[in-house]
């Protein structure tokens, strides 16, 4: 079984059309063909990478792989494994999907040093409301600036698309955030400066972000389903003058990337 997928990135302020029509793809799109795919949640499938490197010897090859567990990165004094259990919030209370988006943002940037966000009701709803217009509207780009504010503070705004055919797959709260997280391949950490290339990345990871939310709208035409994610940062990230606050990965670039790309 095949499945058939496109994904998109917001670079932009400017509305971009999103063709809707059966095998179409939004602008700036990317095809992806996957066979017998298996989604699990990132923190899940790392501990069961931990598990397997205790249990079996590793060869050459996955050694890279299953060394980078949770349990064995570098560590801060003021950032400790445990402070990933903000990203299990009670499920009374939160979607699947929250959840999942949390766990994501929580991983990468444990990842990089810094705190874990805490999930926001506020800032989801507001998330909602935007996914749902672009959705409505058939159109893809960041909302205007002052439709996101937070106790009276610009938030910052990530967005992204995908596309399935056949409904074969869903859209996990933690695709969009690994679709941000690709950008840090245009991220110069030795020159560090604002990028439209890389913004999603550089507020996935802004050290004076605490709060965040997330959510997704879906519509179907024909034989496809189409997801848009929108998320909410505050406070917002991307000052233009502290650029130098992004933080590189606590373990290398070429590992961090590694790892990203096996969910």
């Known amino acids: ?34 066979k017998n795919v298996t989604f699990a949640s990132p923190i899940d499938r790392e501990r069961k990478s931990d598990e397997q490197s ?31 259990a903000v990203s299990n919030p009670d499920s009374r209370n939160w979607t699947q999907y929250e959840i999942e988006s949390l766990n994501a943002h929580n991983f990468i940037r444990y990842k ?13 709803k507001m998330a909602k ?4 217009e672009l959705i409505d509207t058939r159109e893809f780009h960041h909302s205007d600036k002052d439709r996101r504010h937070y ?3 610009e938030c910052g705004e990530n967005i992204a698309a995908f596309g399935v055919i056949n409904g074969l797959m ?13 950008e840090m391949q245009h991220f110069n950490f030795s020159n560090p400066v604002y990028s439209q290339k ?22 179907r035409e024909g034989r496809w389903t189409h997801y848009i994610a929108v998320a909410y940062y505050y406070p917002k990230g991307n000052i233009r003058d502290q650029m130098h606050i992004v933080p590189s990965p606590v373990i290398p670039k070429e590992l961090t990337k590694k790892i990203v790309h096996r969910y």
């Open 112 to 124: 990089h040093g810094v705190s874990a966000l805490v999930m926001n009701k506020d800032l989801c």
């Open 1 to 34: 079984m095949y499945l058939r997928c496109y994904a998109a990135m917001g670079n932009g302020v400017n509305k971009v059309p999103v063709d809707y029509t059966e095998g179409g793809r939004p602008r700036r799109s990317m095809i992806i063909v996957a």
């Open 198 to 219: 890389s913004r999603h990345f550089t507020q996935l990871v802004w050290p004076q972000t605490t709060d965040f939310g997330q959510a997704c709208a879906k519509r």
């Open 170 to 182: 869903g859209y996990p709260g933690y695709t969009a955030v690994y679709q941000w997280y690709d």
């Open 129 to 132: 409301i935007h996914a749902k």
């Open 54 to 84: 205790v249990s079996s010897t590793p060869s050459t090859d996955t050694t890279t792989d299953t060394s980078a567990g949770i349990s064995d990165l570098p560590k801060k004094s003021n950032l400790k494994c445990k402070d990933l």
């Open 151 to 153: 106790n009276g503070k």
